[in-house]
């Protein structure tokens, strides 16, 4: 198969990716018991973690993603294969979306193998574009939320106009909550589209202050943005007593290493905060990639598509994923739709 491939990453992911013409199809586990489907591809989507973790090291690259490798984690197309432990879940011929975990083999690629549990079937009416923005933002963002608030509850989405933040948004509300966003003045028509009950312009006001002037009204905040190390203790100020804030994004950087074990490790009796404090990590769920699924399709929550790529364009896609100005996702057209 003709993918995309990448031995270094110096000066940047996107300056070093090539496509290569006789990439060897990846094959399926002859474990017995495995439950894994070989995927064509049809659409994918870009996250930040397809060029932060490339670009952590060459000893990421020996240990978690030996070269030569190719990115991507998020995809939607049709299975080719499946071995015998799928069973009904997905047959062959069947649109599947869903994420991968970081490996060698991404979805940047012709072909794909996924493990069944990290994919579900597309319903009718769901298009593979719609369908490849519910991987790595949608599984984060759904539970990110939805284990934590019931209709009812205020929720505070810090980056509103983000891959994360425009999903986290709309399912805080289709779960009934009211929702307070951040993001700049440029996207304040679309978080509102959204469905944002409330609005904080982060250009013209401190995000950190307003949540201390607000008084104690949200059950969850979510820090998709991860840019302010303020904004935790902050939230202390913002929380209802059992509320909890969780955190997305992070700033790749020492202080914020730090930062992140500090909110762990530290009491509050010694300057830490108040409140249930987690760094959120994503397991597979196709229930979750279900739900939404189902949300899409009867118009509850909608895709944001910033823009989309021809295959032969990836490069330029990651290059504008890296300016962090992108409103909801960049899809890759890796293959053909069916008419």
Request: hydrophobic share 45%.
């Amino acid at each position: 198969m003709r993918a995309w491939q990448y031995t270094s990453t110096a000066g940047g992911l996107e300056k070093n990716l090539f496509l290569k013409d006789d990439v060897p199809v990846p094959t399926l586990s002859p474990r017995r018991g495995a439950s894994e489907v070989l995927i064509e591809v049809v659409s994918a989507t870009l996250n930040p973690a397809d060029y932060k973790v490339p670009e952590m090291g060459a000893l990421v690259r020996a240990t978690m993603i030996p070269t030569p490798a190719t990115p991507g984690l998020d995809f939607c197309g049709r299975v080719v294969r499946a071995t015998a432990g799928v069973g009904d879940r997905a047959r062959v011929g069947e649109l599947v979306f869903g994420r991968i975990d970081p490996t060698q083999h991404g979805t940047m690629a012709p072909y794909v193998v996924a493990p069944a549990q990290a994919c579900a079937v597309a319903p009718a009416g769901l298009a593979p574009d719609a369908a490849a923005t519910l991987g790595v933002a949608g599984m984060t963002a759904y539970q990110a939320v939805a284990p934590h608030v019931k209709a009812g509850d205020r929720v505070f989405v810090n980056g509103g106009a983000g891959g994360v933040g425009t999903l986290a948004l709309q399912i805080a509300k289709a779960l009934g909550c009211h929702v307070t966003a951040s993001c700049s003045a440029a996207k304040a028509d679309l978080c509102r589209r959204l469905g944002a009950d409330e609005l904080i312009d982060y250009g013209a006001a401190d995000v950190a202050q307003v949540l201390r002037d607000g008084g104690p009204t949200f059950a969850l905040v979510v820090d998709s943005a991860g840019a302010d190390p303020r904004l935790y203790k902050a939230a202390d100020a913002a929380l209802l007593p059992a509320g909890r804030y969780i955190q997305i994004g992070v700033v790749p950087s020492f202080a914020s290493a730090m930062n992140l074990v500090s909110r762990f490790l530290r009491p509050a009796f010694l300057g830490g905060g108040k409140h249930k404090f987690a760094f959120m990590t994503v397991h597979h769920a196709p229930e979750h990639l279900e739900q939404m699924a189902r949300w899409l399709v009867d118009g509850k929550i909608q895709p944001v598509v910033e823009e989309t790529f021809a295959y032969e364009d990836l490069p330029k896609a990651i290059a504008k994923s890296k300016t962090g100005r992108c409103a909801g996702k960049l899809v890759i057209h890796v293959g053909e739709a069916e008419a």
